[in-house]
Each structure stands twice: as C-alpha cells, then as structure tokens.
C-alpha cells in the first residue's frame, strides 16, 4: 500500500532552515510530479512547491526564493530545503502527487517562533 512518511520538521527561530523529507512507497515514485503541502491551523491546505519527473520545479509566490524541492528516485523521496523562515510558516507540512493524491501521511510540525 502507498505511505508517504514526511520528518525533518521542528522548532526554529526566524530566519532559520529546516529540511524536511518525504519517504514514498507502494507506487512507482519517479514518475510521478510530487509536491509539498502545508496547512496552518484554521486555514485550507495549500500547495508550496512541486517537481516533476524530470527534475522541473514550480513555488508558490509565499516561499519562491526560499524554498528548494527536490527528489532522489534512487531513494523514493522527496525533499523541501527550507530557508529564511518566517512564523507564517508555521503548519503541518504534507508531501503527495500534485496529482490525484493519495491518503495523506502524518504529516511533520514546522514551527517558527522566536
């Protein structure tokens, strides 16, 4: 069966980073677009960044310049390099297909707070 495994979340103070990863199994992970999600509490989830099979990216406008996705096939996961972090970056952070996604994982908590 599928399960997406997201860790690396945390506390970290502003301007911090974080990496975060994604570890997918039960289909075939490289040919699909991934995608990192998040959701705040009381609010929709919402797409942050994805990459295609062929290594192509796209950000939301919130985290463009400060956030990195990138994938290795040879290890089925996916990664979120996170930079300059701000405490609207506070969320559950979700890795999925961009595209008929899945179950959701656990997700994993980032927190930006001083």
């Known amino acids: 069966q599928v399960q997406l495994v997201e860790s690396g979340g945390g506390l970290v103070q502003p301007g911090g980073s974080l990496r975060l990863s994604c570890a997918a199994s039960?289909?075939?992970?490289?040919?699909?677009?991934m995608a990192w999600y998040r959701q705040a509490p009381g609010n929709q989830r919402e797409l942050v960044a994805d990459i295609s099979s062929g290594g192509s990216t796209n950000y939301a406008d919130s985290v463009k310049g400060r956030f990195t996705i990138s994938r290795d096939n040879a290890k089925n996961t996916v990664y979120l390099q996170m930079s300059s972090l701000k405490p609207e970056d506070t969320a559950i952070y979700y890795c999925n297909r961009k595209s008929n996604v899945f179950n959701w994982g656990q997700g994993t908590q980032v927190t930006i707070s001083s």
């Open positions: 039960g289909f075939t992970f490289k040919i699909y677009t």
